[in-house]
Structures are given as structure tokens and as C-alpha cells.
């Protein structure tokens, strides 16, 4: 998946995982993807890097792509559930 319209002029250790994230992510179903979302937060807690709000939600966008309408769906329940925690 090409994420460069998503990286160009990122930190380079933000680019890095979300290219990483974009390529483990790739052709996952939507039960497989909340544990790879978490992974990839919790690599960037770690490394101490956090995202805007517009980073966020191009990696959320990155995983609507493989999604069927239904499975965007329950990423939007989420999503919002998350917002409203």
C-alpha cells in the first residue's frame, strides 16, 4: 500500500510505522486490525512519539480501505466510542 501522501514530511519515525502498520495491516480483517492498531500505539508510547489528530485518522483511513461497508461500520462505532471515553 502506498502511504507517501500520508508520510511525505512526517518525522521519520512516524513515516517508518506507519508504513509498517500499512503492510502488516494489508488484507487483515477487521478482527485482526484493533490488535494491530494497538501494537503499533503502544511501539510509539514506547519510542515517545505520539500522533496528532490528522496522523490518527490517516492510519484509521488506511485501515477503512480494506474494509467492507459493514466492517467500516463497526471501525466507526469504535472510533467513536474511543472519542467519547
Same mark, same amino acid.
Given at each position: 500500500?502506498?502511504?507517501?501522501?500520508?508520510?511525505?514530511?512526517?518525522?521519520?519515525?512516524?513515516?517508518?510505522?506507519? $508504513?509498517?502498520?500499512? @503492510? !502488516?495491516?494489508?488484507?487483515?480483517?477487521?478482527? #485482526?486490525?484493533?490488535?494491530? /492498531?494497538?501494537?503499533?500505539?503502544?511501539?510509539?508510547?514506547?519510542?515517545?512519539?505520539?500522533?496528532?489528530?490528522?496522523?490518527? $485518522?490517516?492510519?484509521? @483511513? !488506511?485501515?477503512?480501505?480494506?474494509?467492507?461497508? #459493514?466492517?467500516?461500520?463497526? /471501525?466507526?462505532?469504535?472510533?467513536?466510542?474511543?472519542?467519547?471515553?
Amino acid at each position: 500500500m502506498n502511504t507517501s501522501h500520508i508520510t511525505d514530511g512526517l518525522d521519520p519515525r512516524k513515516a517508518a510505522l506507519i $508504513n509498517n502498520f500499512a @503492510n !502488516i495491516a494489508k488484507g487483515k480483517g477487521s478482527d #485482526e486490525m484493533l490488535p494491530l /492498531l494497538l501494537a503499533v500505539s503502544n511501539k510509539a508510547k514506547k519510542e515517545g512519539i505520539s500522533f496528532t489528530q490528522d496522523e490518527t $485518522n490517516a492510519i484509521i @483511513n !488506511i485501515l477503512r480501505d480494506d474494509m467492507n461497508p #459493514e466492517q467500516q461500520g463497526k /471501525l466507526d462505532l469504535f472510533m467513536q466510542m474511543l472519542k467519547n471515553a
